[in-house]
């Protein structure tokens, strides 16, 4: 079936360090990826999402371009901020499910510090 | 953005007892929730698909005696935990789906802030 695999954490990074987050997938067909976050005490929040391959995906600095020859979705951030502390999650909607269903990663933690 | 609240955030109860979470979307209509339970440091697995006004549809392996879902309005999903067990502790969350039959724009599910049952 379909799945999500996201590099483990914790992610801990000085400010303004380069992020990268690794994630691929194993999919039928050709799913939508997003990534979600989850700061500390609130639900997940649409980060960004890419529905075909080239797509990129940007908002608040954060980009991720879908790559269906190698099946990843990598989030990446050129200088990151204590803000950006948070829980990361690669998640995917495919054909298989509907495009209804979402299949998460495990998360990473990233800790970003002054 | 969409907001989807959760209630409670936190519960604590006795082996056997029943608890229910609410989960409401606030400013919009959804035909549709999911619910989610997440373990330590794993993934959120899909535990069910809420229809308003139908039956959910619940995925393999969940019991829908133990986990009873009713979505009786466009804004309102409650899962109950019926005779809940310490093994039923876990972190369980909401979305709401914002549908757009004019695109896909706004084909997204917004997440409530999660539950976290602790059966003692």
């Known amino acids: 079936g379909d799945s999500v695999t996201q590099m483990e954490g914790p992610v801990t990074l000085s400010e303004e360090a380069f992020l990268t987050i690794n994630c691929t997938y194993t999919a039928t067909g050709y799913p939508s990826l997003f990534w979600y976050v989850q700061y500390p005490g609130e639900g997940l929040q649409l980060l960004l999402k890419a529905t075909k391959a080239d797509d990129k995906g940007s908002n608040k600095g954060f980009e991720a371009t879908y790559r269906k020859e190698t099946t990843s979705f990598h989030l990446e951030k050129g200088s990151v901020q204590v803000s950006d502390s948070a829980v990361y999650f690669c998640a995917l909607s495919g054909p298989s499910g509907g495009y209804n269903k979402l299949i998460f990663g495990a998360g990473t933690r990233l800790a970003v510090h002054p | 953005g969409a907001v989807v609240s959760q209630h409670p955030s936190r519960v604590i109860c006795k082996s056997g007892t029943s608890v229910k979470i609410e989960c409401r979307s606030l400013?919009?209509?959804?035909?549709?929730m999911f619910w989610y339970r997440q373990f330590p440091k794993q993934s959120l697995m899909l535990m069910a698909t809420s229809n308003e006004g139908s039956k959910a549809t619940y995925e393999q392996g969940v019991e829908k005696d133990k986990f009873l879902i009713n979505h009786a309005s466009l804004t309102l999903s409650t899962l109950t935990v019926t005779s809940a067990h310490p093994e039923d502790s876990s972190f369980y969350i909401c979305?709401?789906?914002?549908?757009?039959?004019?695109?896909?724009?706004?084909?997204?599910?917004?997440f409530g802030a999660g539950t976290r049952l602790s059966v003692l």
């Open positions: 979305s709401a789906r914002d549908w757009d039959t004019g695109g896909s724009a706004k084909n997204i599910q917004y």
């Open positions: 400013d919009f209509q959804a035909t549709t």
